[in-house]
């Protein structure tokens, strides 16, 4: 698993590598411009190919771009929909020139309106995002429920991979944090299990793509979107453990987006998610072995 944080672009992409670095990161994600303002960040060949020189040499194996908030994929006004797709086919573009291994994707909210017909508009539109660029994975983030947003459950996830025309770069970002605030119980190995069953009779596992590792100052099933530093929350060390232990898990990018110390996720944070890791993946093992015996003397 490489384990890593949300940092900043500010004086340039390739600043985001040195804050990564400095943090310790094996994977860090970014905002491609704004994400509360629509005026796309206008990157040249030159800001790309330094990016690229910055990160070759470092421990980062992978990239995330994250789109901007104010995206509504699923909005009824149509001239929202087309600011949206033309603000997430420019997030794919950067990606793709970048060599990210994704972009992150809040795919939108029906408000007060009918869900079934907001993931169709969704679908269309990401659709035409993916149509419109190439080289670049798209991963649908879980939402913490709260608003009309769309993806709150697996169902829902499936639903918006359907009306998507199931495309082969439509992947999946699971965020623990949402998780958890819209209802699904991972802070021990049998609620990831539970968890992941379900993704893959649904939506299959090859779909899940990366993680988001947040602690949650909700309660289970609050669909509060509140992300709490990692340990200090409703999950706590032991339930961030069991998320990040879970098999399935194991190849994938995970990133934080907590306020850490006022400034983002620290270095000190990002080293613990690594212990919590570990600690999950021994605890795996170590459950593993002790039924071993059970079964031999069947």
């Known amino acids: ?26 994977a ?16 040249s060949d030159e800001d790309f190919l330094a990016f690229r020189a910055a990160i070759s040499p470092t421990a980062i194996g992978a990239v995330v771009v994250h789109a901007s908030y104010l995206l ?34 809040h795919p939108g909210s029906a408000k007060a309106g009918d869900s079934a017909r907001a993931i169709a508009r969704a679908g269309r539109t990401i659709a035409a995002a993916l149509a419109d660029s190439e080289g670049c994975t798209l991963h649908l983030e879980n939402t913490a429920g709260a608003g009309g947003t769309l993806g709150r459950s697996v169902d829902e996830l499936a639903a918006l991979l359907e009306h998507a025309g199931g495309e082969v770069r439509l992947r999946v970002c699971l965020d623990s944090c949402h998780l958890f605030a819209s209802g699904y119980d991972v802070r021990t190995p049998e609620g990831v299990d539970a ?17 988001h590792l947040n602690d949650s ?14 340990g200090a929350g409703e999950l706590g060390e032991r339930g961030c453990a069991a998320f990040l232990g879970h098999p399935a898990f194991q190849s994938l990018p995970c990133v934080l987006e907590t306020r850490g110390d006022g400034h983002g996720p620290s270095g000190a944070e990002v080293a613990l998610a690594m212990k919590l890791h570990r600690r999950g993946v021994r605890a795996r093992e170590g459950a593993q072995r002790a039924r071993a015996p ?5």
Request: glycine fraction near 10%; proline fraction near 2%.
């Open 72 to 105: 509504n994929c699923a909005a009824e006004d149509r001239s929202l929909r087309s600011k949206s797709l033309t603000s997430l086919t420019h997030s794919l573009r950067v990606g793709a020139a970048i060599g990210a291994h994704g972009v992150v994707l």
């Open 195 to 211: 968890l992941v069953a379900e993704l893959e009779s649904k939506v299959g596992l090859e779909r899940i793509a990366s993680l």
């Open 294 to 298: 059970a079964r031999g003397r069947r």
């Open 217 to 230: 100052q909700g309660q289970l099933a609050s669909n509060r979107d509140r992300h709490a530093n990692i």
């Open 28 to 43: 860090i994600q970014i905002f491609n411009q704004s994400p509360r303002m629509w005026r796309p960040t206008a990157y």
């Open 1 to 26: 698993m490489l384990i890593g944080a949300h940092v900043s672009t500010a004086g340039g992409l390739d600043r985001a590598v040195a804050r990564g670095v400095e943090r310790g990161c094996r």
